[in-house]
């Protein structure tokens, strides 16, 4: 790639990256332009997700003592972080099979990259935040959870917005899937269970089989 090609890959990812702005304050002309003129990437989603999930880290190591007490002893990093993850990309892969079935307009790729701009206040309001709570006395602890709220409750409506664009759905519609994919999340969850639970079962009787024929012999 020349050093050209460079710059200008460059200076769309900053373009779709800051795009998320966008989206935040003009969710319903925001997301549509998402998708259908291409004014995002998957290198912002990318980076949105990732700046989540350090925002999640950073939250747990550096938020003051006044708005959260950690007990480090039961952590363990990689389930924590999986916490996020693993439900994120669960609504990601069952909104997009459910609104399949039921004439949505979206593809996996937009399902994905929407609802990774649609979290983009999370990180937004948490790196502020965590410099907040350590700044903080007591009594004005409720203003920090107030506005922590106040993050999730924008990135919940930006993710409605989101669904009910890439889609084409109307509101109604869209309040529909989105209940129809949280049950859709359960059921792969379920299934996902089950599925470890007969590996293992299978993996323990082979080990105790072998071992039998090894005390056997």
Not at 163 to 168: P, Q, S
Not at 195 to 209: D, E, H, K, N, T
Request: proline fraction near 3%; hydrophobic fraction near 55%; aromatic fraction near 16%.
């Amino acid at each position: 790639m020349t050093p050209l090609k460079r710059k200008e890959s460059f200076e769309h990812y900053i373009a779709t990256l800051k795009y998320s702005l966008y989206c935040m304050t003009h969710p319903l002309d925001g997301f549509w332009d998402l998708t259908h003129e291409k004014r995002g990437s998957l290198a912002a989603a990318n980076t949105i997700l990732v700046l989540t999930l350090l925002a999640r880290i950073m939250n747990l190591q550096f938020t003051g003592i006044v708005c959260q007490q950690v007990y480090w002893e039961g952590i363990n990093i990689f389930l924590y972080l999986a916490s996020v993850l693993f439900p994120f990309l669960l609504w990601c892969v069952g909104n997009w099979a459910l609104t399949t079935l039921f004439d949505g307009k979206g593809t996996l790729k937009q399902v994905y990259m929407a609802s990774c701009y649609a979290i983009a206040p999370y990180p937004l309001f948490q790196f502020p935040l965590i410099i907040l709570s350590n700044v903080i006395t007591v009594e004005e602890r409720e203003f920090y959870l107030v506005l922590g709220s106040l993050s999730l409750a924008w990135c919940a409506v930006l993710m409605i917005a989101a669904m009910m664009e890439i889609h084409e759905y109307k509101v109604s519609k869209t309040i529909l899937c989105t209940i129809g994919t949280i049950f859709a999340m359960l059921i792969m969850i379920f299934i996902l269970l089950l599925f470890f639970s007969m590996i293992s079962q299978g993996i323990a009787y082979f080990v105790s089989l072998y071992r039998e024929i090894m005390f056997r012999m």
